[in-house]
């Protein structure tokens, strides 16, 4: 079966997981070179050892090859920023995993469709891609007026780049709240927890709905887009059924759909808890195979 | 003994209490009454810090912009400052606050965590704030750790770096570990942030001074999160014992606790069977309420949703948690709702 070119920029745990990810599953996609600046990158290493083409170059190694039709940039949104008109004078589709968000948020289960003419489109933030669908789902079959979701990680799986700038995945993940999700007001809050063992991701839903709705209908939509998730995200679900609390608002007395979920890592690179982590390369490998199977014509995606 | 700075946090702990209702003729009377008597620094915030109104946390009945803009109005000598949480509040809620007047900014972190203050120690120089680290949840960690944490704020601008037991945990020795190490290591201040647990407060407190602490913090009446911070003025009382001359008006304090504040208190704080296991669980004491409400909707206990809160390890903003527990021990009853 053919298959499209794709490169990954960014040979550190994110570009490297994503190999993994890539190799492991018999996709749209052929792996054919993973580029990134540090000679000696332990990424690159494991990239040679599953026989990739490998290069130190950066962008200039991913530009020279025609055939590389799918870009993963795994590098940082300043770098990213850089990037993005070269990838596009080329005809490169870019699947940017960094906070720059030059391209539109995407989130497989809800608009990935929207989008397959874009160039160059974005994966939001960990608690973006975890949360935003299932603001989603309830807003699908009641209006939500006010989401508020808290994304909890482990301390250990937060690197320097979220460390340094708390406040991007903040504006980041509430904007796709948003956008994606559909909620008229929006907030995020990112917790970091130090626990050990470390914990799994866990991520916690409050939509606030001001109109009444079918509680059954929307604990079904929550269900049914969690259970989609999963075919691509294996370790996400539901933590519990999704229930209804009246909480004090500034709107009133009103009734909140709790949504609890879980996301455990597949384990590829990162241990499992860092689920936090592995949402990010699972989706960007969905995306990546979506584009790829609309290049290829294919109509169905199988994985 | 050095005379230490006294922070009256009635304003923003309290605001816990009182379930975030502070109407800005409240926060008048009382900055009023402590400006007068002398108070060095007031606190007015969210209970959770800047931009804290939210469902998880509690939203504020007013705006704390406003509850802000009427202390600095009322404040004639005393500094207004407020607290922050990377993450809950963000570098715009950081720059209106200092637009409104506030001189003090204090950064709240969970106490392992402190690179995530990095950005807003800068901002908040750059601003021309005075700046304190609050390190929260101390009784988890070792001084060891406490003074790598606090050497990071040191680094990106801190001018003190409190020791903040946010469970009410601590017993004096561990109170005397924490400030003693950090007053070693660092060549900024110190201070120490009780809360009344196992009803160790003020001695905790007067322990933090004896072991070189710069900075203390108390509420009128003890009004804070769970059971309650060291009252500010039974503090000043025992200051004047000792004669550490504070030059606060013990007389002024005693009665703005007794006629502003403790009418504003929805039940009595008392070390109960609450306050009492989440201290002994070691668990974040804003978190009460919200045990209380997800206790009374799932049917279980306050103190068996303490217990498992403090083996998960929870931090501060973990309050969705309360209810995963509460939910993960109904089932085990099975209790369905």
Known sequence: MTKVKAAILGSGNIGTDLMYKILKNDGNMELALVSGIDPNSEGLKRAKEKGIAVSHHGIDAILEDPEIKIVFDATSAKAHKLNAQALRDQGKLAVDMTPAAVGPFVVPTVNLHDHLEAMNVNLISCGGQATAPLVYAVNRVVPVHYAEVIATAASLSIGPGTRQNVDEFVRTTANAVQQIGGAKIARAIPVFNPAQPPINMTNSVYAVIKEAFDEAAVIESVQSIAAEISSYVPGYRLKGTPFVDYRETPWGRLPTVVIMNEVIGAGDLFPTYAGNLDIMTASAYRVGDVYAAHFLGVKEVTQ | ?337
């Open chain 2, 1 to 337: 003994m050095k005379i230490p700075r006294l922070t009256d946090t009635t304003l923003r702990d309290g605001d816990h209490a009182v379930s975030h209702s502070y109407t800005p003729e409240q926060v008048r009377a009382i900055v009023k009454d402590l400006d007068e008597a002398g108070v060095p620094v007031i606190e007015v915030s969210h209970g959770s810090g800047l931009n804290g109104s939210t469902i998880q946390q509690g939203f504020s009945i007013h705006s704390e912009y406003d509850l802000i803009k009427v202390a600095v109005e009322t404040a004639k000598q005393a500094k207004i400052a407020s607290l922050f949480v990377p993450g809950i509040g963000t570098s715009k809620e950081l720059r209106e606050a200092a637009e409104l007047g506030i001189s003090v900014l204090r950064i709240a972190v969970h106490c392992t965590e402190a690179d995530v203050t990095e950005q807003y120690f800068r901002l908040a120089k750059e601003l021309g704030l005075e700046t304190v680290g609050f390190l929260m949840m101390s009784h988890t960690q070792p001084a060891s750790v406490l003074v790598e944490q606090a050497k990071l704020m040191e680094s990106y601008g801190a001018d003190c770096v409190y020791v903040v037991d946010s469970a009410g945990a601590l017993v004096q020795s561990g109170v005397r570990e924490r400030v003693s190490a950090l007053k070693e290591a660092l060549s900024i201040q110190v201070g120490f942030h009780a809360h009344n647990n196992l009803g160790l407060a003020i001695g905790n407190t007067i322990t933090a001074l004896e072991s070189g602490a710069d900075q203390i913090d108390g509420t009128l009446r003890g009004l804070g999160a769970g059971a309650g911070n060291a009252p500010t003025e039974i503090l000043v009382a025992v200051l004047n014992k000792m004669d550490i001359e504070t030059g606060i008006n013990l007389a002024i304090l005693m009665d703005a606790a007794e006629e502003k504040v403790a009418p504003l208190m929805q039940t009595p704080i008392v070390i109960d069977r609450g306050n009492l296991s989440s201290g002994y669980a070691g668990v974040y004491n804003s978190f009460l309420l919200h045990v209380k409400h997800a206790a009374e909707k799932f049917g279980v206990g306050v103190s068996e949703i303490m217990e498992e809160l403090g083996k998960r390890q929870t931090v501060a903003g973990q309050e969705d948690w309360i209810l995963d527990v509460a939910v993960e021990l109904a089932e085990k009853k099975g209790i369905t709702v």
